[in-house]
């Protein structure tokens, strides 16, 4: 009987943790940077409300563009914090937790970064065995991090760097059903690995999210949960209303896929500085500094936004969106 209680306990927990990770866009954040290169907290305030004013589903913080291993320990904790308090249960956040090293200290941040009051506390895959030890070994460490965070729900980032380790389906079907993990953000960027995928974690807790613009439409038809790729620091509106309309306004929603994969070519050009020109440009209070690395920009490259800048504008005023410009 009591473990019959624990067990309705544990399925009861999950299905309310499932609310948390809604359809759509999560944005991967940006981190402001005053000039001497020191988190701009009152810009984190600007980039969350911005992010949820585009109508966004979630929060990345603590992630890839938001130069996370350029952070400190504490940064990273204080940053998941901020973004939570200011988000203020609009949306819901997700931050990563894991950060190399044994097992055992990987397991002490992710209950620290819980801490934060986040839905989700992302694992990247690559930290969670080595490049050249194989999904068994991959497998068993997961066990071990599952066996010593308790009931803290989780997520999966298949983070390119340092090095790129995808989840194969087999994989999925093996992490699907331990209902621990609600959030993936997919890296893949091969449809048809996609595809298996998206079938390895259907009717399961597990949220899917692609990171990759060419890929989205495809990906959103065969059962895909939403978007959570860098060109949403650009255009998040886009991408929300290609989330929520690609059914009933098809031919729209693949005239807005070719524009996405095309403007999603500029998406790594200086990034993440670019992304911070963009938004200074369309009236922002933020500037270009990172710490990952130090980007400069000329009179072709402010060009080159802007006229991304007025495309973006111009898809607004045709979806009846607000104007792109910050408010």
């Known amino acids: 009987?009591?473990?019959?209680?624990?067990?309705?306990?544990?399925?009861?927990?999950?299905?309310?943790?499932?609310?948390?990770?809604?359809?759509?866009?999560?944005?991967?954040?940006?981190t402001a940077f005053a000039s001497n290169k020191q988190i701009d907290w009152?810009?984190?305030?600007r980039l969350t409300d911005w992010y949820i004013a585009s109508g966004v589903a979630g929060l990345f913080a603590v992630c890839g563009s938001s130069e996370m291993r350029e952070l400190t320990?504490?940064?990273?904790?204080?940053?998941?914090e901020r973004v939570v308090k200011r988000a203020n249960g609009r949306v819901h956040v997700v931050a990563t937790g894991t950060f190399g090293g044994a097992i055992e200290e990987q397991a002490a941040f992710v209950k620290k970064i819980a801490d934060t009051g986040v839905a989700a506390v992302v694992c990247l895959v690559n930290e969670l065995a080595a490049q050249d030890q194989t999904d068994k070994r991959w497998k068993a460490n997961v066990e071990q991090l599952l066996e010593k965070t308790g009931e803290i729900p989780l997520g999966l980032y298949e983070c390119p760097?340092?090095?790129?380790?995808?989840?194969?389906?087999?994989?999925?079907?093996?992490?699907?059903?331990?209902?621990?993990?609600?959030?993936?953000?997919e890296t893949s960027e091969q449809i048809d690995l996609i595809t298996k995928?998206?079938?390895?974690?259907?009717?399961?807790?597990?949220?899917?999210?692609n990171a990759n613009t060419v890929t989205l439409l495809s990906s959103l038809r065969l059962g895909a949960n939403g978007f959570s790729g860098i060109a949403a620091n650009f255009c998040p509106a886009?991408?929300?209303?290609?989330?929520?309309?690609?059914?009933?306004?098809?031919?729209m929603a693949e005239r807005l896929q070719r524009f996405l994969s095309i403007a999603g070519a500029l998406k790594g050009y200086k990034y993440p500085a670019s992304a911070k020109l963009f938004l200074a440009l369309s009236g922002m209070k933020i500037n270009t500094t990172c710490?990952?690395?130090?980007?400069?920009?000329?009179?072709?490259?402010?060009g080159m936004m802007e006229a991304l800048r007025q495309e973006i504008r111009a898809w607004h005023e045709e979806l009846g969106l607000p104007d792109v410009s910050y408010q």
């Open 1 to 30: 009987m009591q473990k019959k209680r624990q067990t309705d306990s544990f399925n009861e927990k999950t299905t309310n943790a499932v609310h948390h990770f809604a359809d759509g866009v999560w944005p991967v954040m940006l």
């Open 42 to 45: 009152d810009g984190i305030d």
């Open 291 to 302: 710490r990952v690395l130090d980007y400069t920009f000329g009179v072709n490259d402010i």
């Open 238 to 251: 886009l991408f929300v209303w290609l989330c929520e309309h690609f059914k009933e306004h098809s031919e």
């Open 161 to 185: 760097s340092p090095y790129h380790r995808l989840l194969s389906p087999q994989l999925l079907s093996w992490i699907a059903p331990t209902k621990r993990f609600f959030w993936l953000k």
């Open 197 to 209: 995928k998206i079938e390895a974690v259907q009717a399961s807790c597990l949220r899917f999210y």
């Open 73 to 80: 320990s504490e940064e990273r904790l204080t940053l998941a």
